[in-house]
């Protein structure tokens, strides 16, 4: 009786004020939080980043400064990695590409093959990582030359980000020559350091919304325009064109060679070699003093004019001069190991690892991309 009179005491008001703070606290509650999806631009390209802990696949700027000295606060930003799409069609769903180079020598011809790429560029991301020397001095100064020239000319030209990278270690060789780059005796530790490179660039540059990555070398300056839509329309994991490289042949005639030997289907015989090597020994292909007889996609290329463009081959090892990568194989932990994984390292390695991880590797041997011409006439070893 007491709390009836008690009830009848009260003022309506303040029950019905107690009634809607008790259900605003039950929907607070038990409603479900939602994570902000990614939504990728539509129409331009990224805004410049405002903080550090924004998508590093945007350009970083520093945040204004209130009238009091005290930087605006970082948001906090959710990702639903589940709604990241890659698919065969990127440009129609809006896909990221993550475009990633090794440089140590800057060509024209390289950032003109870019520029012509037809992919919409406000959806490209573009990231190099220079060597500590007197040539990646050279290098970085011209690539940073072409990209004011890029990005403050025609919109539709403009890439949504790019970042530069230079290495925190030495170059293994003091010499960026073809002869010299391929010397058996120093693949060890130039793949080795080509490996680390290539990592450091990759954890450094890939953001929460990066779909796709294409590994582009710096001396490869002939593409399709539809190069990554050619490359996503497979929708494969892994996946990499044939590479090629026009020259002058001793006759003085001009002619295409094939150049990149590390995609390829593997063979008994390297199996059985790898059997008796030591832990930190590796494979190498394209050596007549390592003969691992493995089906290599660069000699089964046909080149006439009527090839089938589309013609597809699964695939062991793979090369980086053209490597386009689906961002969640990364993800999952496929890097380019600097050791010896199963006697494999740095692009051949990551193929190993890639399959490991539960993915397969795909090549087109009639789908060309071209190195830089070469004036000499070829020796055994390219690749």
């Known amino acids: 009786m007491a709390m009836a009179r008690s009830l009848r005491r009260a003022n309506p008001v303040t029950l019905v004020l107690a009634a809607l703070l008790a259900i605003g606290f039950i929907v607070f509650v038990f409603s479900p939080t939602h994570a902000t999806p990614i939504s990728p631009p539509k129409v331009k390209h990224n805004s410049p980043a405002s903080n550090p802990l924004s998508p590093p696949t945007a350009a970083y700027r520093k945040e204004p400064t209130k009238s009091h000295g005290r930087r605006v606060p970082p948001p906090v930003v959710h990702y639903q990695l589940n709604n990241l799409t890659t698919s065969p069609d990127p440009a129609n769903n809006q896909e990221t590409i993550l475009i990633l180079t ?35 001095n050279a290098a970085t ?11 403050s ?63 582009l070398d710096a001396d490869i300056i002939e593409t399709p325009p539809t190069l990554i839509q050619d490359l996503a329309s497979h929708d494969k994991p892994v996946i990499v064109p044939n590479c090629f490289q026009r ?73 980086g001069t053209a490597l386009m990568v689906k961002a ?14 199963y006697h ?21 041997p009639n789908y060309f991309v071209s190195l830089i011409y070469n004036l000499q006439w070829p020796s055994s070893r390219h690749g």
């Open 102 to 136: 090794p440089l140590a020598r800057f060509y024209p011809e390289f950032w003109a093959n870019l520029l012509s790429l037809s992919y919409p560029h406000h959806l490209i991301a573009l990231g190099f990582i220079t060597p500590r020397n007197r040539e990646g």
């Open 141 to 151: 100064l011209a690539l940073q030359n072409a990209i004011a020239s890029t990005q």
């Open 153 to 215: 000319g025609p919109v539709d030209k403009r890439f949504a980000s790019i970042t530069i990278l230079r290495q925190d270690f030495d170059p293994p060789l003091i010499s960026q020559d073809e002869a010299e780059r391929h010397k058996m005796s120093n693949q060890r530790e130039r793949r080795a350091a080509m490996s680390r490179a290539r990592n450091s660039l990759l954890f450094t540059t890939m953001g929460p919304s990066t779909a796709w990555v294409l590994w």
């Open 247 to 319: 020259y002058t042949d001793e006759n003085g005639k001009k002619a295409i060679r094939p150049y990149d030997f590390n995609s390829w289907v593997d063979s008994e015989t390297a199996q059985e070699l790898a059997k008796k090597m030591g832990p930190d020994d590796i494979l190498l292909e394209g050596y007549a003093e390592l003969a691992t007889y493995r089906t290599l996609m660069a000699n089964v290329a046909e080149t006439g004019r009527g090839r089938d463009q589309s013609k597809i081959m699964s695939l062991d090892g793979v090369g």
């Open 328 to 341: 969640e194989v990364h993800r999952d932990g496929a890097m380019f190991p600097p050791f010896a994984f």
């Open 344 to 364: 494999l390292m740095e692009t051949e390695g990551f193929a190993k690892m890639a399959r490991r991880l539960g993915w397969k590797c795909f090549g087109l």
